[in-house]
């Protein structure tokens, strides 16, 4: 069974989601809302003082993710704010698995949509060298990690 906090992020992305499908845009009240309810959600885990770095925390680590993906216009600004949202509800551990979680589940939809499109090719060529030989070394890591 979920707890509060979960049951709560969960229903803030899925509305995230729904509204970012209808109408093209995350609206600032659900994340300004979405951040004040993991404060408020997270204060009686512990001292005031632990949940406010562990908040803080967690929402620069998934804003802080994301950002260069906006800055360099490969991501819109309501995925930033909402992935610092869910990491005040996480902290900044859980942000950041989450934040490469979505990295590589991204990676591989994007992928799909280009072998579904037919463009996998001019796809791959578009990617600058040092992208490429980044993703291979990933993807060799991913693929030969030892537990």
């Known amino acids: 069974m979920f707890n509060a906090m979960e049951f709560t992020l969960i229903c803030l992305v899925a509305q995230a989601a729904v509204t970012d499908l209808a109408v093209r845009k995350i609206p600032n009240v659900l994340v300004l809302s979405g951040l004040a309810l993991a404060l408020l959600l997270r204060s009686p885990h512990g001292d005031l003082w632990s949940a406010l ?56 939809m994007a992928v799909l949509m280009l072998l579904h499109s037919g463009r996998l090719r001019d796809g791959w060529r578009n990617l600058p060298r040092c992208s490429r030989r980044c993703c291979c070394a990933c993807a060799a890591c991913l693929c030969c990690r030892r537990r």
């Open 53 to 108: 770095l562990s908040w803080l925390g967690g929402a620069l680590a998934g804003l802080l993710l994301f950002l260069p993906l906006y800055l360099a216009r490969g991501m819109a600004a309501g995925d930033v704010k909402l992935m610092a949202m869910v990491g005040a509800f996480v902290g900044p551990a859980e942000a950041l698995r989450i934040g490469l979680l979505v990295f590589l589940i991204g990676g591989a």
